[in-house]
């Protein structure tokens, strides 16, 4: 094989590499994104089913270096403990997430805490204290969100251009 050749193979070979290298950090960001939205929506069902058994809940959520979360009764995030984090890529896209982010039943501007809570409300038991909307979630170029979408506590997870419809 001349020199020629050789050269022309390995360039060949790290064209293919890097082909390679994209399609698996778009495979590992995918992957940490859905991971995260199926633990959103897990702590979710289970924060809705404690407020029907107990105390009104919320499931808080901001973006420090990491994307943390916490469940607890009330309504009071700002004084919560007990964070957990999602993975470390993860990050809240603040343009398109529509959840509440003050205390009370409704509201944008008080902090940067976003709110999803659950109470016995007149809409039912568990039903939403009346927000409706969903926090989007990124890592690298993919996008998914988490969607609160009746008061009823009904729920969905979405994926890339499906997370900007209602």
């Not at 009330?74 to 398109?96: M, Q, V, Y």
């Not at 709110?115 to 809409?123: N, Y």
């Not at 170029?141 to 997370?163: E, H, N, P």
Request: aromatic fraction near 8%; glycine fraction near 10%.
């Amino acid at each position: 094989m001349k020199l020629t050749e050789t050269l022309v193979a390995a360039v060949i070979v790290t064209i293919l590499a890097s082909f390679g290298y994209n399609s698996l950090i778009r495979f590992v960001n995918k992957t940490q994104l859905k991971g995260s939205l199926v633990t959103i929506s897990q702590t979710a069902r289970m924060s809705r089913y404690n407020a029907v058994e107990t105390t009104p809940k919320t499931l808080c959520f901001r973006q420090r270096q990491q994307v943390e979360f916490t469940t607890i009764s009330g309504n009071d995030c700002e004084t919560a403990i007990g964070w957990r984090s999602l993975a470390e890529d993860i990050k809240i896209d603040t343009e398109h997430t529509t959840l509440r982010t003050v205390r009370g039943v409704a509201g944008y501007g008080g902090s940067d805490i976003y709110r999803m809570s659950w109470a016995k409300t007149k809409a039912g038991l568990g039903a939403s204290w009346g927000q409706l909307g969903k926090i989007v979630l990124r890592s690298g170029q993919q996008r998914g969100c988490f969607v609160l979408s009746s008061i009823q506590g009904d729920t969905d997870i979405r994926f890339g251009k499906q997370c900007h419809r209602s």
